[in-house]
């Protein structure tokens, strides 16, 4: 079993792997955690925001979860907080 925080950074490389592999450029952020995406890739001179996840049993959770000093902490996506999911399916890879 990973640790949520692998599982999400297993998810974005394995997404990233993928988009490079069909084209895309990717974009990350070198100093920003509190972003509602993960990374942005382009192509075609278009921009996608992309939010990683790492799924298993087929199953996507549409919640942001974080610890800091003040405890665990969650939070629903809405529905402008990117353009799309990208998806590992670890039962399947």
Request: charged share 25%; hydrophobic share 40%.
């Amino acid at each position: 079993m990973h640790h949520t925080k692998s599982k999400a950074d297993i998810a974005a490389t394995k997404a990233i792997a993928d988009l490079t592999a069909k084209a895309y450029s990717i974009f990350t952020a070198v100093v920003c955690e509190h972003l509602p995406f993960d990374f942005i890739a382009y192509r075609d001179g278009k921009c996608c925001r992309m939010q990683a996840k790492y799924a298993s049993k087929n199953l996507v959770n549409n919640i942001s979860y974080w610890t800091d000093s003040k405890g665990n902490h969650q939070k629903k996506y809405k529905a402008d907080d990117f353009e799309f999911y990208a998806v590992y399916l670890s039962d399947i890879d």
